[in-house]
């Protein structure tokens, strides 16, 4: 890669990590201006238009990454699961760790996701999607190679995903200590979910 093509990516992820950076509770996505973000970034306003063609281009290109990071998360629990073997525990605390690195940008996926914007609810409902979509399949392999079929994979992956999205909301400002106890909380809410779905295929009632 030459170097103005690394320069270039380079002043693209800052234009990204500057509109990350300026995102907290009380400030969503749609409160940004191009100015402001590209200011922080170190560049001209209109440099900008070298990267995206408009600020909510940047936003959908954070919206991807967020998913990404999802999916990848989603691998790496994998990992620990098969060291350790506790599916529900493993899962959420690396889901918490996910929480704790990429605070700003979950922040993002859970105000757009009900935001104003059509393509950013798009864009954030199909990264969820492909999370459910994931989370179904290793589901139903855990589930068979246990024994203990679930009644509908899907149904359970779609329950698990928003639970674990409205917990992560209540996660993003928690102190340490009720971080803790929303664990706890998140772990056991999981295994009941998982827990009827297993009872309801046993009594064949789907």
């Keep these: 890669m030459s170097s103005r093509a690394e320069q270039k990516l380079r002043t693209r992820r800052a234009l990204m990590d500057a509109a990350l950076a300026q995102l907290s509770a009380d400030r969503g996505f749609g409160s940004l201006s191009l100015r402001e973000v590209a200011r922080e970034a170190g ?3 209109t440099s ?3 990267h995206f063609s408009e ?3 940047l936003g959908l290109a954070l919206v991807d990454e967020g998913g990404v990071a999802l999916r990848q998360l989603m691998r790496q629990a994998r990992k620990r699961i098969a060291r350790n ?3 529900i525990s493993t899962s959420v605390d690396t889901f918490m760790e996910y ?5 700003n940008l979950f922040r993002l ?3 757009e996701r009900t935001g104003v914007s059509k393509p950013f609810r798009t864009a954030i409902q199909a990264e969820i999607e492909h999370f459910v979509t994931e989370l ?4 139903r392999r855990f589930a068979e190679d246990e024994g203990k079929p679930l009644s509908d994979a899907r149904l359970v992956a779609e329950a698990m995903v928003t639970l674990v999205f409205n917990q992560g909301a209540e996660a993003l400002d928690a102190t340490p200590k009720e971080r803790e106890i929303l664990k706890t909380k998140l772990k056991a809410e999981l295994r009941m979910i998982l827990v009827g779905s297993q009872t309801l295929s046993h009594l064949g009632l789907n």
Excluded: K, Q, T, V
């Excluded at 929480?99 to 605070?103: M, R, V, W």
């Excluded at 179904?136 to 589901?139: F, K, P, Q």
């Design 55 to 57: 600020l909510d281009e």
């Design 85 to 87: 073997g506790s599916a």
């Design 99 to 103: 929480l704790a690195n990429n605070a």
């Design 136 to 139: 179904a399949d290793d589901l």
């Design 43 to 45: 560049i001209a306003p």
């Design 48 to 50: 900008f238009y070298r």
């Design 109 to 111: 996926m859970l105000r």
